[in-house]
């Protein structure tokens, strides 16, 4: 298939399906080069597409992609090692997990204070104090 019909089966942008490719995310078992230098994409390139989507979707950067793709392609890991790989990559998510929720705590703390100057100043004073005396401690 062309790389516009593989853009579109995906939901991806042809630059991004030449990005992989560039990459070397995509190797000859997924697209060949026809004699007028098309690029002709197979099945197997679908199923590359949905595998890096889904590490995508979890957070992967595009070195770990590289790595867990080469691991994937030539079954470099044991059960055991993939498993100590998704325990540390579910810590990292619950480490950013945890730094996101104080980032909320923190804006709707923010938040509530801005409502409270319009409704009530004095009060936004006294949590604006009461704030203040927590941040010291």
């Given amino acids: ?34 004699s007028n230098n098309y690029r002709n994409y197979s099945e197997e390139a679908i199923e590359r597409l949905k595998l890096i989507k889904k590490f995508q979707s979890i957070g992967c ?22 498993i100590d790989w998704i325990r540390g990559k579910k810590k990292e998510i619950e480490s950013k997990k945890e730094e996101y929720d104080q ?5 709707n703390k923010m938040l509530e204070y801005r409502i409270l100057l319009i409704d009530n100043p004095q009060k936004a004073q006294e949590m604006l104090k009461s704030w203040h005396a927590d941040s010291s401690d």
């Avoid at 991004?16 to 997924?30: A, N, Q, S, V």
């Avoid at 691991?71 to 090692?81: G, K």
């Avoid at 980032?103 to 804006?107: F, Y």
């Fill in 1 to 34: 298939m062309k790389i516009q019909e593989l853009a579109d089966r995906m939901g991806l942008t042809i630059h991004t399906i030449r990005f992989y490719e560039k990459e070397g995310l995509l190797d000859d078992r997924h697209v060949r080069r026809e």
């Fill in 61 to 82: 950067s595009l070195a770990e992609l590289k790595e867990v793709l080469q691991d994937h392609d030539t079954n470099a890991r044991t059960n055991l090692q993939i």
């Fill in 103 to 107: 980032m909320l705590h923190t804006l």
